[in-house]
C-alpha cells in the first residue's frame, strides 16, 4: 500500500484557481494509477479525475476543461490545478491510488489521503 497526504486547499472565490498536491510514501508510485475524488456535505463522493502510469488522464465531464491532473513521479507527487472554480465544486477533496495502474475504475482506488478542503465563495 501506498500513504497518501493532501495538501493546497483554501478558500477561493468563484472563477479564481487552487493546486492540489498528493504526496505519496512508498517507492513504487510509478506504478500506480492515481486519482482525485470529492465529497460534498450531504453528497456521495464522486470521481473528479485520475492518470494512470503512463499518463493517460481522465476527467468527471463535470470538470472536464477545467481541471487538469498531472503526476511528477520523481517527487512521488500527484497535482490537481483547478481552474475557473464555481461554488459546485467546493468539497473535501482526496486523493487516491490504484495499483492496477489503469485508473478505470474507481473500485480499484485501495488507498486514500485524509482530504483537503476547497472552499468557493460566490
Known amino acids: 500500500q501506498v500513504q497518501l497526504g493532501e495538501s493546497g486547499g483554501g478558500l477561493v472565490q468563484a472563477g479564481g484557481s487552487l493546486r492540489l498536491s498528493c504526496a505519496a510514501a512508498g517507492r513504487t508510485f510509478r506504478n500506480y494509477a492515481m486519482g482525485w475524488f470529492r465529497q460534498a456535505p450531504g453528497k456521495e463522493r464522486e470521481f473528479v479525475a485520475a492518470i494512470s502510469w503512463s499518463g493517460n488522464s481522465y476527467y468527471a465531464d463535470s470538470v472536464k476543461g477545467r481541471f487538469t491532473i498531472a503526476r511528477d513521479n520523481a517527487k512521488s507527487t500527484v497535482y490537481l490545478q483547478m481552474n475557473s472554480l464555481k461554488p459546485e465544486d467546493m468539497a473535501v477533496y482526496y486523493c487516491?491510488?490504484?495499483?492496477?495502474?489503469?485508473?478505470?475504475?474507481?473500485?480499484?482506488?485501495?488507498?486514500w489521503g485524509q482530504g483537503t478542503q476547497v472552499t468557493v465563495s460566490s
Open positions: 487516491a491510488a490504484d495499483p492496477t495502474g489503469y485508473g478505470l475504475g474507481t473500485s480499484n482506488f485501495g488507498s
